[in-house]
């Protein structure tokens, strides 16, 4: 089992820019997919990007390529999510999450472990 602890969110005009950090404890973080969704007030949670367990292979909601950047550093058990050009639109709780599945996922259902979530506000 894998415990997850996000960070990194916090207030920020459009245009700007911010990283969120997700730690991992347990074992075997490297053989995780890690991922990152969101969910903004009175909508569902939403798929924003995942990375393989080595981190070379990577996937991103559409919407989201081109701005955000998800990596991972496995000596350091922790994923990042660098999101640039936010937009008002961005505004919401992200929620790192991990999965079972050797290959990159966007269905939240594959995640069986999450952390609770780092509100991220984007001022117009």
């Known amino acids: 089992q894998v415990q997850l602890v996000e960070s990194g969110g916090g207030l920020v005009q459009a245009g700007g820019s911010l990283r969120l950090s997700c730690a991992a404890s347990?074992?075997?973080?490297?053989?995780?997919?890690m991922g990152w969704f969101r969910q903004a007030p009175g909508k569902g949670r939403e798929f924003v990007a995942a990375?393989?367990?080595?981190?070379?292979?990577?996937d991103y909601a559409d919407s989201m390529k081109g701005r955000f950047t998800i990596s991972r550093d496995n000596t350091k058990n922790t994923v990042y999510l660098q999101m640039n050009s936010l937009k008002p639109e961005d505004t919401a709780v992200y929620y790192c999450?991990?999965?079972?599945?050797?290959?990159?996922?966007?269905?939240?259902?594959?995640?069986?472990?999450w952390g609770r979530g780092t509100q991220v506000t984007v001022s117009s």
């Open positions: 990375i393989n367990g080595k981190g070379d292979s990577t």
């Open positions: 999450a991990a999965s079972r599945l050797s290959v990159t996922t966007q269905s939240s259902s594959n995640y069986p472990y």
């Open positions: 347990g074992r075997h973080f490297s053989s995780y997919v």
